[in-house]
């Protein structure tokens, strides 16, 4: 069975690290972000009432499915699926800087720095979002020839990637470690990308160990 996982593109396994990340950040936040901003401001948390909290949450949601119908368009007209996605990786992982600085600012008591650090890394990662949703999958298509018999593994292989980075976002910790644990193990996956022209995607990372 694990022998026809032999012979793939190295870009497949670049993209399956990746999204492996980018899942893992993406629930990991999805599961704090409300416990975040309701949290009272003493414990480091944002003061939020619950509704206030989420409203926020709702429209976050929403806009991380949505944008991608853009980047798609974006991709299609202008950048391509490879920069497309290089500028979405930039772009989540830079919203998750500004998550982790959020979660010390608030810590430290700096409760309005805090705030436009929330603020400004959501939008950032719903930016960056856009761009990578719509194209990874495209961009992986595009390492195989239209016949190539690899295809279906490769893709097996990508979505393993999607499921495992989600199931692993599950640690025990994040809600005591606040925004930085997941942003951390976001940020330190997603700053490795790299893209060469003309050759594949390559991406350096390190599995994260909760």
């Known amino acids: 069975m694990f022998g026809k996982f032999r012979g793939q593109p190295r870009g497949v396994f670049v993209m399956f690290a ?7 950040s993406y ?18 948390g944002l003061g939020y009432d619950r509704s206030r909290a989420l409203f926020l949450f709702g429209l976050f949601s929403s806009f991380m499915w949505f944008m991608p119908l853009l980047g ?12 497309a996605v290089l500028l979405g990786c930039i772009g989540l992982a830079g919203g ?26 959501i939008v ?3 930016a960056g979002a856009g761009l990578f949703k719509s194209n ?23 979505y393993m990637g999607i ?3 989600a199931r692993r976002r599950n640690c025990r910790r994040a ?9 951390g193990g976001r940020r330190h996956g997603d700053r490795l990308f790299d893209l060469r022209l003309p050759g594949p995607p390559r991406l350096s990372s390190n599995c994260c160990n909760a």
Do not use: C, H
């Open 124 to 126: 950032t990662m719903i």
């Open 27 to 44: 629930y990991g936040f999805m599961g704090i972000m409300v416990l975040f901003m309701v949290a009272d401001l003493n414990a480091g």
């Open 175 to 183: 809600d005591r470690l606040g925004l930085g644990f997941p942003a």
């Open 72 to 83: 798609g368009w974006l991709a299609d007209k202008f950048l391509g699926p490879r920069l």
């Open 136 to 158: 990874a999958s495209a961009l992986l298509g595009q390492l195989f020839g239209p016949n190539d018999p690899r295809r279906e593994v490769g893709f097996i292989l990508f």
């Open 18 to 24: 990746t999204e492996f990340w980018e899942r893992f």
């Open 163 to 165: 499921n495992m980075g």
């Open 96 to 121: 998750n800087f500004l998550l982790a600085a959020s979660s010390f600012a608030a810590k430290g008591g700096e409760v309005q720095t805090a705030m436009v650090f929330f603020v400004t890394g």
